[in-house]
């Protein structure tokens, strides 16, 4: 039962935060046409947002991911799904998954509410997918480096450093194998290091 109305809270939470940045969408990026994707096969493609440019016509798949679990902090982080697990089973998670149709990501951070339903901040970072993948080939962290170094820490539960980043400026490896049902493994990147590095854009 606490599940069920759990997650109903969730919902519900999620549905007033699209509202609120649908305002921040319109007030940030007057040159767009933006509509919300409510069709769920396209989700799981990756799609929550069509922006179509008003001057050129192009048109971009955003999926929008907000960090909810951190109401009312500020984090100078994102994280990047690498794995997680489903019935025990290992899944691979949306950064490297070839299924996804996303242009860029929308993170949404430094959400604050002062009452339920009502948001009254966000900070709202775009990051195009395809420079993001193409800095990570870089760094000689592709698909395969990372799942090694995840698979060398499958029951470890914390922050492991890489020698490919910084620890403090750019990022790490995090492993929840303890806090959460899904046991994610995640690529932790700096916000401001990837704005620095011109593959993000910071809107609100």
């Known amino acids: 039962m606490a599940l069920v109305s759990t997650f109903k809270s969730?919902?519900?939470?999620e549905k007033c935060l699209s509202t609120y940045l649908d305002s921040l969408y319109r007030l940030h990026l007057k040159h767009y046409h933006f509509e919300r994707v409510a069709n769920s096969k396209r989700q799981l493609e990756g799609i929550d947002l069509i922006f179509k440019s008003k001057n050129s016509g192009k048109t971009f798949f955003l999926d929008e991911k907000a960090q909810l679990d951190y109401l009312n902090e500020d984090l100078p982080t994102f994280a990047f799904e690498l794995?997680?697990?489903k019935a025990g089973v290992p899944k691979k998670g949306w950064l490297f998954d070839t299924g996804k149709q996303t242009d860029f990501y929308s993170l949404i951070t430094g959400i604050y509410s002062d009452e339920p339903g009502k948001f009254t901040a966000a900070k709202i970072t775009f990051v195009n997918r395809k420079k993001l993948l193409r800095f990570l080939s870089a760094?000689?962290?592709t698909e395969k480096r990372l799942g090694g170094?995840?698979?060398q820490e499958v029951r470890y539960h914390?922050?492991?450093k890489l020698q490919e980043l910084h620890e403090d400026r750019e990022g790490y490896l995090f492993f929840s194998s303890q806090n959460k049902a899904e046991k994610p493994t995640?690529?932790?990147l700096k916000l401001d290091f990837l704005v620095a590095q011109r593959i993000a854009?910071?809107?609100a």
Do not use: P
Request: no cysteine; hydrophobic share 30%.
């Open 10 to 13: 969730d919902l519900k939470k």
């Open 83 to 85: 794995r997680y697990e």
């Open 139 to 141: 760094r000689n962290l």
């Open 149 to 151: 170094y995840a698979k």
């Open 158 to 160: 914390g922050k492991v």
């Open 186 to 188: 995640n690529l932790i």
């Open 201 to 203: 854009k910071r809107f």
